[in-house]
Nanobody, 124 residues
Framework: QVQLVESGGGLVQPGGSLRLSCSAS????????IAWFRQAPGKEREAVSS????????YYSDSVKGRFTISRDNAKNTVYLEMNRLKPEDTAVYYC?????????????????WGQGTPVTVSS
């Protein structure tokens, strides 16, 4: 059973940066596609970024493209989400998720395992 744990969330001022981490127990993360999602208060969950375990290709939502970067460190069994130039609208609980099958044309679907989330607040 894959257990995912997110960390690195917190309070940051607009324009600041945070790095979120997604670590796993019970699994080797490089066997899985990993995605980050977020859910703001009163809003539906939205996809943020994903990384394939097949070729390392990465995908981003339009709202974060150019500001966020997803990456893997297989030696640490961890996936990161580097978030720069943060905006108040980035405020949300951020979740990582894992999938054994990566859907090339639907990079944010098919995720079976989810973490508990880490909160990010962007505010002055």
């Amino acid at each position: 059973q894959v257990q995912l744990v997110e960390s690195g969330g917190g309070l940051v001022q607009p324009g600041g940066s945070l790095r979120l981490s997604c670590s796993a127990s019970g699994a080797t993360l490089d066997d899985y596609a990993i995605a980050w999602f977020r859910q703001a208060p009163g809003k539906e969950r939205e996809a943020v970024s994903s990384i394939s375990h097949l070729d390392g290709s990465t995908y981003y939502s339009d709202s974060v493209k150019g500001r966020f970067t997803i990456s893997r460190d297989n030696a640490k069994n961890t996936v990161y989400l580097e978030m720069n130039r943060l905006k108040p609208e980035d405020t949300a609980v951020y979740y990582c998720a894992a999938a054994m099958v990566f859907l090339l044309f639907r990079p944010f679907e098919g995720y079976d395992y989810w973490g508990q989330g880490t909160p990010v607040t962007v505010s002055s």
